[in-house]
């Protein structure tokens, strides 16, 4: 690809500079070029994609006395030829030749009207290279500004408890399950056991160093186009509330999943976005790219999710929650000078999504922890329990029945009667069935010493026969107990 790119300049003496960009609008269309940027002194238009390009940039410097436009490739293609960015200039010139000459003073004025009812006309120079991205600018994502504030905070809060939990020992590209729980991961019977902190901690969370940098990118592009439209205040709400929401429909989905990641709320602000996408906010040049670009980006993820290893019930939670939040948000965007509209419908609708959230899972099984508690006193019960059959070879009958007697015997009862206590527990259906598969061990294992002791006692072959009935079937729970 060349190094020189083409540029072409226009004449457009006898009109002013918003009725120059009125034209330059009406010839993209006639052209079906998106809108990326709109601006009294710039003017950043993009071609559609095609099997054969990835969409060229026009960008198009205004003056008092006309326009100069330089097209340029989005990215290398082999498919990047000079004579192809010519031509979107000369397309474009002819375009806007025809655009003023069949356009109406009447018409130029109503579009104008529809440009600064967006605000489109209401920008300052300063913004006007706005849209054009420098390497130097990457310090925006991490240092906040009074332009751009929530999102590098939110950025830089996800950076450094990564970089906390790694100077830790934790493992940079694959976290324990352990490691996460201890950072503030989600899990249903620990969160919903009391720690509800987790709702919104795990937002934050990341499970490696890829899942991170991939969540920070989007958070960054979603960022980029929704906190000036938001505000810092409403673009931390917004986060947090669809954060915990998908929080929320995370633990309602997956009985004893794992859960960590910003990509719940990330969701959130990407179905926000988009509520806003369906109305007149932005202007509808605008518009049509960016949903196209969003909904890819919102479809891919979702689809992607289905094959598993993705907590896609967040994904669905805070993108439904961050919708509704858009639609709560619209009136008090699209008139920012009516005060009682910019706080009240978007705190109202967050209570709202946070108590139905609340009151879906406030009823589900969530006393897995508590029993996985009495596993561990009932581990220390089964040792003592298997005294007796772990006594040095050479031990007496005599000495055997003391232990039955006086420590296996007692430690099954206990054991039994420890493992039945928790049938007023919660649990998950795979908890659920694991208690139902301790209870009928240790249930076998005392009828095990019970026999013992009877055969120890008596010394009756009828009961060495049952006896050897017994340890067939402990044998038998143990191998379900541990997974083979």
């Given at each position: 690809m060349a190094a020189e790119r083409p540029t072409v300049h226009c004449s457009t003496e006898g009109l002013s500079r918003p009725e120059v960009i009125v034209l330059l609008v009406q010839a993209f269309r006639s052209l079906k070029w998106g809108v990326e940027h709109l601006h009294p002194m710039r003017v950043v238009a993009v071609t559609p994609r095609t099997a054969f390009s990835w969409g060229e940039e026009v960008i198009i410097d205004l003056d008092d006395a006309g326009y100069t436009a330089e097209s340029r490739f989005q990215q290398w293609s082999p498919l990047a030829k000079k004579?192809?960015?010519?031509?979107?200039?000369?397309?474009?010139?002819?375009?806007?030749?025809?655009?003023?000459?069949?356009?109406?003073?009447?018409?130029?004025?109503?579009?104008?009207?529809?440009?600064?009812?967006?605000?489109?006309?209401?920008?300052?120079?300063?913004?006007?290279?706005?849209?054009?991205?420098?390497?130097?600018?990457?310090?925006?994502?991490?240092?906040?500004?009074?332009?751009?504030?929530?999102?590098?905070?939110?950025?830089d809060i996800s950076v450094l408890l990564y970089i906390l939990m790694v100077i830790s020992g934790v493992h940079f590209l694959e976290p324990s399950g352990e490691d996460l729980l201890t950072w503030g991961a989600n899990l249903r019977s620990t969160t919903l056991g009391g720690e509800y902190w987790r709702l919104l901690t795990c937002c934050f969370e990341h499970i490696g160093l890829i899942h991170l940098l991939l969540n920070m990118y989007a958070l960054a592009m979603i960022g980029v186009h929704l906190e000036p439209l938001l505000g810092r205040g409403r673009m931390f709400l917004v986060y947090a509330v669809t954060g915990v929401v998908a929080s929320l429909a995370s633990l309602w989905w997956h009985e004893n999943t794992i859960s960590a990641g910003a990509s719940g709320a990330i969701f959130g602000l990407y179905g926000l976005f988009l509520a806003l996408l369906f109305t007149d906010l932005i202007h509808k040049e605008t518009r049509k790219q960016l949903l196209q670009s969003i909904g890819i980006f919102v479809v891919y993820n979702l689809v992607y999710g289905l094959?598993?290893?993705?907590?896609?019930?967040?994904?669905?939670?805070?993108?439904?929650?961050?919708?509704?939040?858009?639609?709560a948000l619209y009136p008090a965007l699209r008139n920012p000078e009516r005060s009682s509209l910019q706080w009240g419908p978007v705190m109202l609708s967050s209570a709202g999504l946070l108590v139905a959230g609340a009151m879906v899972v406030r009823d589900l099984p969530a006393d897995d922890a508590a029993f996985h508690q009495r596993i561990d006193t009932f581990q220390a019960l089964e040792e003592r329990g298997l005294s007796a059959l772990r006594l040095a070879e050479g031990a007496t009958g005599v000495q055997q029945l003391t232990l039955v007697q006086d420590s296996s015997l007692p430690a099954w009862r206990e054991a039994v009667q420890l493992m039945r206590s928790t049938q007023d527990l919660q649990l998950s259906e795979a908890t659920a069935e694991q208690r139902a598969n301790f209870i009928a061990y240790a249930e076998i294992r005392l009828r095990n010493m019970e026999l013992l002791e009877a055969a120890l006692v008596r010394g009756d072959t009828e009961t060495g026969a049952e006896l050897e009935a017994s340890f067939a079937q402990v044998d038998s729970i143990l191998t379900i107990l541990n997974g083979e």
């Open positions: 004579a192809r960015l010519q031509r979107n200039l000369d397309a474009l010139l002819e375009a806007f030749t025809a655009a003023r000459s069949s356009t109406t003073a009447e018409t130029i004025q109503a579009e104008l009207k529809g440009l600064e009812e967006s605000g489109v006309m209401e920008l300052d120079a300063s913004s006007a290279h706005s849209n054009e991205f420098k390497w130097k600018d990457i310090g925006m994502f991490f240092i906040p500004s009074k332009e751009f504030f929530a999102t590098p905070i939110l950025i094959k598993g290893g993705v907590d896609n019930a967040a994904h669905i939670g805070g993108l439904v929650s961050g919708a509704l939040l858009g639609a």
